[in-house]
Structures are given as C-alpha cells and as structure tokens.
C-alpha cells in the first residue's frame, strides 16, 4: 500500500465552476443569492472619457490582475500618462510601485481600515524606517522577524510587555500574548500614493474618475 506524503496530506484543494456551454466565461459572485457565468470589461478612458485600452476576460478574473496589460496598451497607443485614477481594487503595492517606476502619479481612493471594531487601528503603530521595527502605543518596539512568500515582512512584540499590557484588549487577543503587524516590502509606495491623495492636483484627478463609470481615468 503506498503512503501519504507530508506534502500530499496538506494539499488544499480549490473548487472551480465552469459552464458547459460557455466554458471562457467565468463566474461572477455579485451577492450570495446573485451568481451567474459573465464577463469582465477592463478599460481605460481619458478625461474627456474616450476609450484608451480594453481587456476583455472571465468574469472571476480580479481587475487588477489586468490593469499593467491594460496600461500598456494605453502606452503604446499615446504613451505614459501623468496620472491615473483608480479604485480601491488597485491600491495595491505592486500597482503603485508599477506607477511609480513609470513616474505616473496615482490618484486612488479612501479605503477603511481593515481592523475590528474596538481594536486600534495599523496607523496607530508607528514604522521606524531607520531601526525597520515597529512602536505601539505604549512605546513597546515590535521586531521584525521574517518575510513571507508574498512579500510581507512579520514584526512581532515581546509577550512578557504585552502580557500586563493595559491596552491588550484593544491590540490583540493573541493566546501567546504577541502583537504581529505585516508590512510589504512595497509598502512606502502605498503610504507615499495614500499622502498625495490628499493634494487637489490628485483629488481633481479622482473627481474625473467619478464621472468614468469606474474605469480607470487616464490623464
């Protein structure tokens, strides 16, 4: 009888739908109750709202995996743009390191936190680019510790600080006593578009975006 390998036993399967009559198409959840086989219409407009670069693909097919094969079409139909206004499904590091390399200003939106209520928010903790560690509210130094395959660096805190801390209760229900904070490498890209957000050269930008119909706005 052959045996299970360690690597065969974790294994994690994915299910994947596909149509029998339309097997290009991809499955679009809109809601819980709302599910059908569609598509997804990528594009790029300019500030008078014409069409610069169009992607057609499976409706499962996430919209920033597209948007580098979209910006180069827009490039090699009327080059690098100066700016470009985008959703919060782009805001995302390797698109605004992308941008910046190209030094294309991104114009992108206000996203919430993504923290539970009653926890203190990530902006709470300070980054200390020179040192590369973080410092929570109580002034405690959270160490970096390793980076992931996906890019992310894991800065962790001291238990024995965390154990009596009195703002344990809003920073986290670790069993171990241990606050962790994931940074991407790539992260200043983001703090940096995040920054420009707020200049009205980057607001008008967003404003157009507006009136696109959620296309990407190319300026």
């Not at 990530?122 to 510790?145: A, F, G, R, S």
């Not at 920054?195 to 296309?215: F, I």
């Amino acid at each position: 009888m052959a045996k299970t390998s360690k690597k065969t036993k974790n294994l994690k399967t994915k299910e994947v739908k596909i149509s029998k009559t339309d097997p290009d198409s991809g499955m679009l959840n809109k809601n819980e109750k709302e599910k059908c086989f569609a598509y997804s219409f990528h594009t790029a407009c300019d500030k008078n709202g014409f069409v610069l670069g169009v992607k057609v693909t499976a409706a499962n097919v996430h919209d920033s995996v597209m948007f580098e094969e979209v910006l180069e079409e827009v490039e090699k139909r009327v080059g690098t743009p100066k700016a470009i206004a985008v959703d919060a499904a782009y805001k995302n590091p390797y698109i605004l390191k992308m941008m910046f390399d190209k030094e294309i200003m991104p114009s992108v939106p206000y996203t919430r936190p993504m923290t539970k209520d009653g926890f203190m928010k990530k902006h709470q903790y300070v980054y200390d680019e020179y040192y590369d560690c973080y410092i929570c509210p109580q002034n405690e130094i959270l160490t970096y510790v390793t980076t992931n395959r996906e890019g992310y660096r894991e800065y962790k805190s001291n238990p024995e600080k965390c154990m009596n801390c009195p703002l344990r209760g809003k920073c986290t229900l670790s069993k171990d006593y241990t606050k962790r904070i994931f940074r991407h490498i790539w992260e200043g890209y983001v703090e940096e578009a995040e920054h420009l957000r707020h200049t009205p050269y980057c607001k008008e930008v967003y404003e157009r975006k507006k009136e696109r119909d959620n296309r990407e706005s190319i300026c």
